[in-house]
Structure formats: C-alpha cells, structure tokens
C-alpha cells in the first residue's frame, strides 16, 4: 500500500522543504557558525596528531514500542546542532586524506528514510546536515564501517562516552550500538591512545565559558522560567496539589515557547519541602504548607535552574520568616562573591557563614559545624546545556553561568523545637559572572517576604477575579 503513495510523499517532502516552511519554525536556533566554532576551539585544545570521535545520545525506550522524547548528548549537540539520534562525529587535529576528500572533520548521520519520517519527522538527512548544520563531509551512519581510518596511527584518541546497553535491534547496522562497536573494533590496536577523561575536560573548559550567542537562548530560558514562576505565585491557593503547582509553572513554560523543563520539577509541600529532589509531586492538599517550587525550562537545549519558596496561604507566619530571612540573607552573601577571580566555593563558604550564625541565633543548632544537619549540599553549581553543566570548579570568570542555592531543611524529628519541624526553604538564582558586579539573570523574579506576598495578592490568570 505505502509504495503506492510513495512519490506523492516524495514530491510533498520536496515542496515542504523547497518552499520555505521553516520560517514558519524557530528562527532563533543557534548559527551553524557557532557549531562549527565550537569545533574549531576543541581542535585547538587537542594534542598534536590527534582525533575525537563523538556520538550522538541513546534513544531510550520507556515501554513497549513507545521510546522517550529524544534529548541529544550536550556535548555533540555543541559541536553540531543536530538533534537527531545514532549518528558520530569524528573531528582531526590535522587534515586528513580520504580516497576522494581531505577533511579536517566527518559526521555520519541517520539517512532520509520517508517511511520512518511519516511517523516520527522530518530526518535533515545528508543534504540537510549539509545545508543547515554548515558540514562540508556528511556519510549516512551505516556507511562508517567502511572508514577507511588507522586509529593506532594517532597519539591520542579523544572520545565520547561509550555507551553499552543501547542496542536497537540486531538488524539495525547503523543504530547506536553498532557505530560504538564498529569503533571499537577498529580502534582495538589504539587502546593505549584512547582518552575518554581527557575528552570530558576539555568539553568542560570550552562549555563553562558562553559566547554571546549561548546567552542569547540561555536568557530566553531564564525569562520563560522567571514569567511561569510569577503566574505560579499569582495562581497558588490552598486548594491546590503539589501536582497542580508543577502543572502552573509547566504550563508558562510551554505556552511560551519552552520544549520541555530543563529537569523534572520539583513542587513539593510541606514535609516534602525538606526531600531536596522530590518529583513525585502527589500530595494532594497543601493548606497552611510552605511549597518549594524548584523549576526551569529549556530553551534550544539551554536549561534554567530556579527556586522558589512560597507560603500557600499567601502569607509566611513568623517562624517560616525567620528561617526564610536567613535563607535569603545567605544567598545574598553567596550571590556577592560572584565575582571574577573569586574561588567556585566563595559563595557557598559565605552562605554557609550566615546559616551557621542564624540557626545558632534561633537555637537551632548549638554547635557552628552542626549547619550540616539542615543545609547538606552545594550552594552553586554551573548552568548550560545541563542543569549540572560541566566546568573546571576553579576560578570563577566572566561569561560563566553559576547558580546560588543556598536552603534550610528541618524535617520531623529534627533535634531542635518542633515548632520549626517541616520547614524546608531553598531560593536559587541564576548569576553570570562578569567583569564586575554579578548579573542575577533571573532577578525579576521576586524573593523578599515582601515582594512574595505581594505578588501572590496580584490576580491569577485562571480566575476571574
Ligand atoms: N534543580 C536541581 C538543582 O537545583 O540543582
Ligand atoms: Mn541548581
Ligand atoms: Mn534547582
């Protein structure tokens, strides 16, 4: 039956792709001159006679025949834009010579497959990676068996991770499983050369400075997050669930633009406030409860990371005030040593400062190095492409992306008076170092006791007020 129509679907892929529908698509991706870039500064970080070989993220599956939503690897969505699966990247410190070519870089990717396209999407296939992702070397993925390539010949092998359990189906000669075998083998004689940690650090050094295009769409993600996280305040009422708090902050992410949260949210109440990574998000009435809201979308594979702790009922009583004033006072300590020169731990060594003197103030704690006991994790961590992007944790410099998150969770049972019990407070921001003071990227968004409840008086979207 599909034969049938087959030149149909051909001459409409054709007129589709001839005519332009793109403007009808996003515009603001990042420049294939940007990719191509980025390339560029990993060739000149690698060792002289050298190569590194890249692979595309696995497709996982959830369930049966349904996969997850595809997310490419950040590293090889960096160097390539292509956000498409089972395809490698092989990119040489020198030229080299190919039958026919001499390339400093090859990329093999999925083939056009119309069938295949009719029920998952359009594939850029060899012309498209061509056209919109600037590759002057493009092979379809089941043709890197004939490379012609004496991996023992070069004194190191940068590579990816090399996945082991991503097997699509034995006849598939050109899925993932089959490229990493197929490297393996011809690589076996260069075991000595291959340096997969190497690889990673110099990723990390080129992706925890932005360039001005990356700012672009990581900011675009910030302002989408900062605007569903105002709606949520706006919107939040003690009828509401957990799961209807996420439902409020995704729904702002999606309608303006976002793919998909950068991370899976985390709306958790009461109790819940003090499970740092709680996803769950089932507790059905919220009430009188504090709410952590940690949420932030992804834009173009640029992801935001944002906390915020609001009172339900709209006002925080006294004892939710103190703990939360010093949650604030400390990531405004943290946030002011986000300067250039500073050491990646002098925020979290000035947050922790202020928690140790605030829990000893309430009589928390009685001891300073007691603080552990209710703030035990980082207060900063880098920001990209990952909500964890990499980074070389030393000096701080412009045009890094860190966030500050300092937090204060008491759970019950906790030795201290059981009026604090369930109290669980983390505010989180997102601050470019520069070359002078911290710019707080997501600072429109409200964090005083003040500004909080004020905001959540203003009205809701949802409602008729
Ligand atoms: N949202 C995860 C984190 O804040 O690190
Ligand atoms: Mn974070
Ligand atoms: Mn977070």
Redesign the pocket.
């Known amino acids: 039956m599909f034969k049938k129509y087959q030149p149909v679907f051909l001459f409409l892929l054709i007129l589709f792709s001839e005519q332009g529908f793109s403007q009808n698509y996003d515009n603001d991706k990042l420049p294939s001159s940007f990719h191509a870039a980025r390339r560029q500064e990993l060739r000149t970080k690698m060792e002289a006679n050298s190569v590194a070989v890249i692979f595309a993220n696995p497709v996982r599956n959830r369930s049966n025949d349904v996969d997850f939503q595809y997310s490419q690897d950040p590293n090889f969505y960096y160097l390539t834009g292509l956000t498409e699966p089972d395809a490698v990247l092989l990119i040489f410190k020198e030229t080299q010579k190919f039958d026919s070519v001499s390339t400093q870089e090859l990329i093999y990717i999925q083939p056009r497959n119309i069938a295949a396209e009719s029920w998952t999407g359009k594939r850029l296939g060899v012309e498209g990676v061509k056209k919109e992702l600037g590759f002057g070397t493009v092979l379809t993925n089941v043709q890197f068996s004939d490379i012609k390539l004496d991996f023992t010949k070069f004194s190191k092998v940068y590579h990816s991770k090399l996945w082991e359990d991503v097997r699509n189906g034995k006849d598939d000669e050109g899925d993932l499983y089959s490229l990493i075998k197929i490297f393996n083998e011809k690589s076996e004689g260069a075991k000595k050369t291959k340096a997969s940690f190497d690889f990673q650090t110099i990723m990390a050094e080129l992706r925890e400075i932005k360039t001005a295009e990356e700012m672009k769409v990581l900011k675009k993600a910030i302002t989408i997050s900062c605007d569903a996280h105002l709606d949520l305040m706006r919107c939040l009422d003690q009828e509401m669930s957990e799961y209807q708090a996420q439902a409020l902050v995704e729904f702002g992410f999606k309608f303006n633009g976002s793919e998909y949260p950068g ?1 899976p949210t ?1 709306a958790g109440a009461g109790e819940n406030t003090c499970i740092l990574h709680y996803i769950s998000n089932r507790k059905k009435f919220v009430n009188k409860d504090l709410i952590v809201c ?1 949420a932030g979308a992804e834009y173009h594979g640029y992801t935001a ?1 944002i ?1 915020r702790t609001l009172p339900v009922s709209g006002k925080f009583t006294d004892d939710q005030k103190k703990i939360y004033s010093i949650v604030l006072n400390a990531q405004n300590a943290g946030i002011k040593a986000c300067k250039k020169g500073n050491n990646f731990r002098d925020p979290h060594n000035e947050a922790v400062e202020v928690i140790k003197k605030g829990l000893i103030e309430l009589g928390i704690i009685n001891s300073p190095n007691d603080f552990m006991k209710y703030f035990f994790h980082g207060t900063s ?1 880098y920001l990209g492409l990952d ?2 992007d990499p980074g070389s944790y030393g000096r701080l410099k412009p045009g890094q992306v860190i ?1 500050v ?1 300092p937090g204060i969770y008491i759970p019950e049972g906790s030795p201290c008076d059981k009026k604090w019990w369930n109290i669980g407070i983390r505010i ?1 921001d997102d601050i470019l170092i520069t070359e002078g003071e911290p710019d707080v990227l997501s600072g429109k968004l409200p964090k005083t006791i003040e500004e909080i409840e004020k905001m959540m008086n203003e009205p809701c979207f949802l409602k008729k007020n």
């Open positions: 991370y985390i940690d990371d906390t961590h909500v964890h966030t998150e989180e």
